[in-house]
Nanobody, 112 residues
């Protein structure tokens, strides 16, 4: 079993920044890839960023140049640094490992 807890969401003005954190606990020995997804109101969940245990990253085109994903293996934590936030970045952001493991999400609201 793996538990994922997200934090760092909140209300921010357009153009501002937030840093989300995802801390993993439990049976994390074989964790390789950790993902950030987001689900805007009334829309489907979409993949935002991915990081492997080797540090390779991938970002959705919509966030490239603005978001950065990183991890601190010693703290079992993955971060999503979000800069130059836009209204359309408003969503619940979820941390994910594989098919089964999801956090409860953290809400990001970007205001004009």
């Amino acid at each position: 079993q793996v538990q994922l807890v997200e934090s760092g969401g909140g209300l921010v003005q357009a153009g501002g920044s937030l840093r989300l954190s995802c801390t993993a606990s439990g049976d994390i020995f074989n964790i390789k890839t950790i993902n950030w997804y987001r689900q805007p109101p009334g829309k489907q969940r979409e993949l935002v960023a991915t990081i492997t245990n080797g540090g390779s990253t991938n970002l959705a085109d919509s966030v490239k140049g603005r978001f950065t994903i990183s991890r601190d293996n010693a703290k079992n934590t993955v971060y999503l640094q979000m800069n130059s936030l836009k209204l359309e970045d408003s969503a619940v952001y979820y941390c994910n490992i594989g098919v089964v493991y999801w956090g409860k999400g953290t809400l990001v609201t970007v205001s004009s």
